[in-house]
């Protein structure tokens, strides 16, 4: 599975919790940390897809999404030990589960692609 599959959902999905955390507490740590790594996470994922479209690999993209899900994830833990919720420790985990991808991604050599057929 290529990285801009999952990369570009998984930022829409911090921005919308982002808003969401905004409207409904007023705060606007979640408005900057949703929004801001969402779309460092939806531009990371298009410039991997821009990359696959003339097939190569954009390192770059997947150091930015591991450094963003690395970060993200321990954020949101320390979120999690400060508070109890349930919220922080679910962004966490599903954070660490993106980080351990991108380190899978980087360590295998990025995207592959399949032999063109004449």
Known sequence: MHDF???IPYGLILV???VIGYVN?????????????????ILAGYLSLQAFHKRKNSYFALILETACAATLTWVMGQRYMQTSKIMPAVVAGISALMAGF???????GGNHFPPKTE
């Open 102 to 108: 991108y380190l899978y991604k980087i360590a295998t």
């Open 5 to 7: 599959c999952f990369t």
């Open 16 to 18: 919308c919790g982002g």
């Open 25 to 41: 507490k007023g705060s606007i740590a979640s408005l900057a940390g949703g929004v801001g790594t969402g779309f460092a996470l």
